[in-house]
Each structure stands twice: as C-alpha cells, then as structure tokens.
C-alpha cells in the first residue's frame, strides 16, 4: 500500500470512529439497572467480610429474609440485608434462594456474566470487499443483553479505485448468554469510491449506504471476543441504480 494510500486510511478510520465514540458517549447516560433481590430459602445466609473463604464470616441473614445482590467477584457476591449490612456471599449459597417471581435463583457462567456487564467495545478486522482485501474497525455500546449499537468505519485498497465505507448499526445477539453465539444486523451509512488517476473518464461515487450482516461471535476471556462476519452492502448511487457488494471479515474486540 502506498504512503499516501495508508495515510488517507488512517485518517478516514480516525474520523469515523470520533464519530461513533460521540455517538457511544450520549448512549452511556443510561441509568444503572436496579440490584437484584433474591430471598434466602435456607436456615441462614451466611456473609462475610470479603470475598473468599479466608474472610471472617460477621452476619448472618434468616430464612424468608431479602438481601440485595449488588455486585459480583468472580464465585462470590457483594450483598445488602433488609437492615443495611453489606457482606460477600459465596454462589453456592445464592443458587438456593428464591427470586421476587419464587423461583430458584441460576447464574450464567462467570465468564459471559462478567462479559454481558461490560458495555463500550473497541475492535477491528480484515477481510475481502468484492475479492479484494478490506480494513476496518467499530466502535459499539451494549445497552442489553442481545442489543448493540455500533459505528464502523472500513476502506478498500482496489486495484483500479479506493473505496472508504462508514455505517451505524443495529445489532441482535439472540444466544448472548453463550459462548459460541450468533448474530445478525442492519444499518445506514455512506459510501464512497474514487478511481484511481490513471483512469481515463472515471468520476468518484458517493452515495446513501444499506448494510446486513451475519455472524459469530466466540468470547475468548471476560475481555476479548474473536468475530467473523458476512455483510452485504447497497450503494444507492441514483434514484434508479443501485451497486451491490459482499465482504467477510474477521477481527478481534476488546472490552471496556
């Protein structure tokens, strides 16, 4: 790739992702969910004052009491008693009470538990735009369980033009909850294509851009999600003329 090609790259993806970070950051105002409260079903519930077995145990909280579960170190729980008293609870002990519905309280594997908290995402890819070779990173907000809006941003290094690509999107992650797990999503955004100099006639496109996508998702630790995805894009470069393109990619997100 040339100089002057990679510096134009590097300057595309850094204005596109500005743009979706601004984007993410009026996002993140939501408001916290509320604690969760569970019921212990057991004679006691024993807390202590850290989270291990090597910490004293100093409370202990009676059957048909309500206890608060505010936060989670890997096995154990920080919990909060009808009374005010704040200690740590070991999982076992909490997968024997009863939530508000009278149900036995479950947790999801520690790995995916900890992964589904974290909300802002930072990745990139490579891959193939119409057989040839494609950049691109995104920036995404996690605002439940299986939805995510993401800004990316991606350029193509042709060999007869230069392609710069930039959409926001949608997207579902039904099975979020496993660690092999799908997922499909749309978007808008904008296209642009310039032939290269030596091209006699060619004028550059830019148009109104549909995005698709289908793809897996494999959660490598609590921060670190290995993504392989099938996209399919819609340039709308006249009223009556539209430009089709497919592209795979594969990346790596990191999670704050």
Same mark, same amino acid.
């Given at each position: 790739m040339k100089q002057g090609?990679?510096?134009?790259?590097?300057? =595309?993806?850094?204005r596109g992702l500005a743009v979706a970070l601004l984007a993410l950051g009026a996002l993140s105002a939501v408001p916290a969910r509320a604690a969760e409260r569970v019921q212990v079903a057991d004679p006691y519930l024993e807390l202590r004052t850290g989270p291990g077995r090597g910490y004293p145990i100093f409370h202990v909280a009676a059957r048909e009491e309500w206890v608060e579960i505010l936060l989670r170190h890997t096995d154990w729980f920080k919990v909060r008693?009808? =009374?005010g008293r704040e200690g740590w609870v070991h999982r076992a002990q909490l997968e024997t009470t009863l939530t508000e519905a009278g149900s036995r309280k479950t947790f999801r594997d520690v790995l995916l538990d900890d992964y589904l908290q974290r909300r802002l995402e930072l990745g990139a890819g490579y891959g193939r735009f119409k057989a040839e070779p494609m950049l691109k990173i995104w920036a995404a907000y996690r605002f439940a369980d299986a939805l995510t809006f993401e800004g990316t941003v991606g350029q193509v290094q042709g060999v007869f033009s230069g392609t710069d690509l930039w959409h926001f999107s949608l997207n579902a992650e039904p099975w979020s909850d496993r660690r092999l797990s799908p997922f499909?999503?749309?978007g808008v955004g904008r296209?642009?294509?310039?032939?290269n100099a030596s091209l006699v006639s060619a004028l550059p496109t830019n148009a109104n851009l549909s995005h698709a996508s289908l793809g897996l998702r494999y959660h490598l630790t609590e921060r670190f999600v290995a993504r392989l995805d099938y996209s399919f894009y819609t340039a709308f470069v006249a009223d009556t003329r539209s430009l089709e393109y497919r592209a795979v990619t594969a990346g790596l997100s990191f999670f704050f």
């Open positions: 090609a990679l510096q134009s790259l590097l300057r =595309n993806l850094s008693t009808a =009374n499909f999503g749309i296209f642009k294509n310039i032939p």
